[in-house]
């Protein structure tokens, strides 16, 4: 077969590789703009309800073309005054504490079970796995928190119960033992490296990825808990933002409730409270400010998911 003859075999055969791929490409794009529009959409019809009157939810229900639109259900909240921005406050400082802790004390733990050396190492790993599938109990966890360590009414009982989480150190385990090769801390422990000065100065730049990851799940974890100042905090000054508008929220809806049985003037009172656009716009004052931690996380959490897909 002639050389020309060859080539244009070859170009032949390239043909149905592109015809496929193509048509491939624009699947995946599809695939995934309808995944992104699937979780885009739903808030967007959050924030159009909370921005909906009370009459138009009762006559056409949810809707994204509403009869009216309104801030009654805003205004009400803004009725909390100095309140609602001191509990602003407290679920941010809790949030940014609690979260550099938390994940301070799982670098700590995660490395230990990762260090082959480690003496007790099988013993730490039970005693960390054990938590996930028996726990103490309420009433014991209560007794514990409020009696002997005297978390009441304060900062520490919104983020000591949260700050280790056996999940969490499992995954920053797995992360240390894929990502950092043991070679590496063996040579910098011939350089007279301490165990301090390799995690911190070798081994956290390379596990940034995970650690991003572990501090988003923390920072949801801490921004989202609302149970623990239910049972710890009678303190308003100390309440985080999620207590404070579930309160409302509960407040609201027994009067609802529970209008009929009330005098006339209390009945027609709270027949104008914004019911359903208030429990959309809770939703949209609680999310808000922690969908702005993820554009902080993206970068490394992106970088942790293709560690291993290029070969160095």
Request: a positive charge; one cysteine or more; aromatic letters at 14%.
């Amino acid at each position: 077969m002639s050389k020309n003859a060859q080539m244009a075999l070859g170009r032949k055969r390239k043909r149905p590789i592109n015809a496929v791929s193509i048509p491939a490409e624009i699947i995946i794009n599809i695939v995934m703009t309808l995944f992104c529009a699937a979780c885009v959409i739903p808030f967007i019809f959050v924030v159009i309800i909370s921005f909906t009157t009370e009459e138009s939810i009762r006559q056409i229900g949810y809707s994204f073309v509403p009869l009216s639109w309104g801030i009654e259900a805003y205004k009400y909240i803004m009725k909390l005054g100095d309140q609602l921005w001191l509990s602003y406050f407290n679920s941010f400082f809790i949030t940014i504490v609690g979260t550099v802790i938390s994940v301070l004390i799982c670098i700590l733990y995660s490395y230990a079970l990762f260090r082959r050396d480690f003496k007790y190492r099988s013993f730490f790993s039970f005693f960390s796995f054990f938590t996930m599938l028996f726990g103490g109990g309420l009433v014991p966890t209560y007794m514990v928190c409020k009696q002997m360590l005297g978390l009441s009414d304060n900062y520490a009982a919104l983020i000591v119960p949260l700050l280790v989480n056996p999940f969490n150190i499992i995954v920053m385990r797995t992360f240390f033992q894929s990502s950092v090769p043991e070679e590496l801390i063996e040579a910098a422990a011939i350089d007279g490296s301490g165990e301090y000065n390799t995690l911190f100065r070798i081994i956290v730049p390379i596990a940034k990825p995970g650690i991003a990851t572990i501090a988003l799940l923390n920072a949801l974890a801490f921004w989202n808990e609302w149970f623990i100042a239910l049972l710890y905090v009678r303190d308003r000054a100390k309440i985080p933002l999620q207590y404070l508008l579930m309160q409302m929220q509960r407040n609201v809806e027994y009067l609802a409730k529970n209008s009929a049985n009330m005098g006339a003037d209390a009945a027609a009172a709270a027949s104008k409270l914004p019911t359903q656009s208030l429990r959309m716009a809770l939703v949209v004052l609680i999310v808000v400010p922690i969908a702005f931690a993820y554009p902080f996380f993206q970068r490394y959490i992106i970088a942790g998911l293709t560690i291993g897909s290029v070969k160095g």
